[in-house]
């Protein structure tokens, strides 16, 4: 075989380039947006930091807590969703308001304020006994090990609006 011979592409070789080449390119042009589908919601942009309106004004907030629903709009990968939220809303000493997760940080179950009379003045979630001062911090030696987490909050018009909850530092 002659030396010219050896470098010629041969008629199935060439054909077998063009279609591996055309056939790889179509494949791709059809996973490409199937792939994008699949991983979207990981693509968007954490909206983080939005408030919601908690329906009630800043002169309603005295310094017993309230409890107060209010509703956000959840989206989990495709499903989106209303879910309602709940927070336990006074002002501080200081006069600050401050807006608490009624999420026990034990298991999970919804505190209630002032509503054990065995423990008065006290967030008590009736699971387990868990038990937490006014300012959301766990008593010592009751099961929940860290305080309720915080909501974030600002005043827009004379209205409470209310955004992420914060976990705190375990006490
Ligand atoms: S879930 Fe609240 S004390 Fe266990």
């Given at each position: 075989m002659s030396k010219d011979k050896k470098n010629q592409v041969s008629r199935r070789q060439f054909l077998n380039y063009t279609l591996t080449g055309v056939g790889g390119f179509m494949a791709a042009g059809m996973l490409a947006p199937m792939v994008r589908f699949a991983i979207d919601p990981v693509l968007q942009p954490d909206e983080g930091g939005e408030f919601v309106s908690a329906k009630i004004s800043e002169e309603d907030i005295t310094t017993e807590?309230?409890?107060?629903?209010?509703?956000?709009?959840?989206?989990?990968?495709?499903?989106?969703?209303?879910?309602?939220?709940?927070?336990?809303?006074?002002?501080?000493e200081d006069g600050s308001i401050i807006a608490l997760d009624p999420t026990c940080t034990h298991l999970g179950c919804f505190v209630g304020w002032n509503d054990n009379e065995n423990y008065p003045e006290h967030f008590y979630c009736p699971c387990h006994d868990g038990l937490y001062t006014k300012d959301g911090v766990n008593v010592p030696n009751t099961p929940p090990t860290a305080p309720l987490a915080v909501y974030e909050h600002k005043i827009e018009n004379g209205i409470l609006y209310l955004g992420k909850a914060i976990p705190r530092e375990e006490a």
């Open positions: 807590p309230k409890r107060v629903a209010f509703n956000v709009e959840q989206v989990d990968a495709w499903y989106e969703s209303t879910v309602e939220k709940v927070a336990w809303v006074y002002k501080q």
